[in-house]
């Protein structure tokens, strides 16, 4: 039976999400007020049976290890499987030179003592549901080289700007992988997530050290695609790639559709996470909630309609919130209009009677800011 250590990357230079990854890394981003984004990509592997796994960390990396800390809460074997924090030296988020094959290069020991014969490698940026084995399986059965996730998307002019996309032969080989530019609304997104031999990942990432020292794991599949057998496998479900803040926003809003949400969290796939002891939310009598994701510990005495509120939220009497996203501890006070935002953790909403931003635009308010 065929095993493959699983590889989570981080961002790289060429993504980052304003406001919000000011403060943490985007696998570090609160989802739907309970989860952190990494949590998905982490849930999958767990549930494909990936027991060895290895989280790769940049810049602002105290959130994510306190979040996964020891890996328990995400069911991993405890007798053969371990989750390893795994470092980068650099500490700039937006230097040329940060990229996902510096910090393999960096740890590539680490890779290399694993037993493992195949890696899987999925983005920290990217929320979906998948079954690795099923990857792997095809992976193995088709011969191929390397096999890459893609989605098939009809909507890549206004979404996905920051991510690859995948030209296709009628064969499912990879014949380019490319930006997308918002050229047109078709799209095959490539999903960061690839599936191959470790030994032939460890040469991959050594020939793009040697070539550039800014060329990303991307950027070399690309160049050798025409050399290896790259095949794509396609992805079918929710997908979302929280690369802008305005993917960020989208992918939130769509998961408050009903239909949406049950087809992402299924009882036989759970998706784990750190849990959080605290009491539950107080709805008041004034409290009016339609259509929201409300987590535990807030006092809501306000109307909160189509949002997600965070964990220790406080909303009073008089204050409303439409399709918005208020992060954990933030307080809005009496009076107070807020639509179509994303208001950061332990930010105060005092002074600023109406905060109000666009679907396309939502407006950001900054961590421990006071309005």
């Known amino acids: 039976m065929a095993t493959a250590l699983g590889i989570v990357s981080s961002a790289d230079n060429t993504i980052h999400v304003d406001g919000l990854q000011d403060y943490r890394p985007i696998g570090a981003f609160s989802f739907l007020g309970r989860f952190r984004v990494i949590d998905f990509p982490i849930s999958n592997m767990s549930n494909s049976d990936i027991n060895r796994i290895q989280v790769f960390l940049n810049s602002r990396p105290r959130s994510i290890a306190e979040h996964v800390g020891s890996g328990r809460h995400y069911n991993i074997n405890s007798k053969r499987g371990k989750i390893q924090l ?16 510096l910090a393999y290069k960096e740890n590539l020991d680490y890779i290399q003592r694993a037993h493992q014969e195949y890696v899987i490698i999925t983005p920290s940026y990217m929320v979906y549901k998948q079954d690795f084995r099923q990857l792997l399986d095809t992976h193995i059965q088709t011969g191929a080289e390397v096999t890459v996730l893609y989605h098939k998307i009809d909507n890549a002019r206004d979404y996905f700007k920051n991510c690859h996309t995948v030209t296709l ?8 992988i490319e930006k997308n530019l918002g050229t047109a609304n078709n799209k095959n997104i490539l999903m960061d997530t690839y599936c191959l031999k470790k030994d032939l990942f460890v ?36 997908f979302a790639s929280l690369t802008s803040l305005q993917d960020y926003y989208h992918a939130s809003m769509e998961l408050l559709d009903y239909n949406t949400a049950s087809e992402m969290f299924k009882s036989d796939w759970p998706i784990y996470t750190r849990t959080t002891d605290s009491c539950p939310t107080q709805y008041f009598e004034s409290a009016k909630v339609n259509n929201s994701f409300i987590s535990n510990g807030c006092l809501i005495e306000g109307t909160v ?12 009497k008089g204050a409303v919130v439409k399709n918005s996203i208020i992060m954990a501890y933030a307080e809005i006070e009496a009076g107070i209009h807020i639509e179509n935002a994303i208001v950061d953790k332990w930010a105060k909403i005092i002074h600023a009677k109406t905060i109000m931003g666009t679907e396309n635009e939502p407006q950001y308010i900054k961590r421990q800011d006071t309005l």
């Not at 795994?86 to 094959?101: A, G, Q, V």
């Not at 990432?205 to 991307?218: C, G, K, L, P, R």
């Open 86 to 101: 795994l470092f980068t030296e650099n500490t700039s988020s937006r230097s040329i030179y940060n990229n996902d094959i």
């Open 169 to 176: 032969n009628k064969q499912k080989g990879v014949q380019a």
């Open 203 to 238: 040469e991959l990432v050594n020939d793009a050290s040697f070539m550039s020292s800014i060329y990303t794991f991307a950027d070399i599949l690309n160049l050798m695609c025409k050399q290896l057998d790259v095949r794509a496998f396609q992805h079918k479900g929710y």
């Open 305 to 316: 309609e189509n949002s997600i509120i965070g964990r220790g939220v406080t909303i009073k």
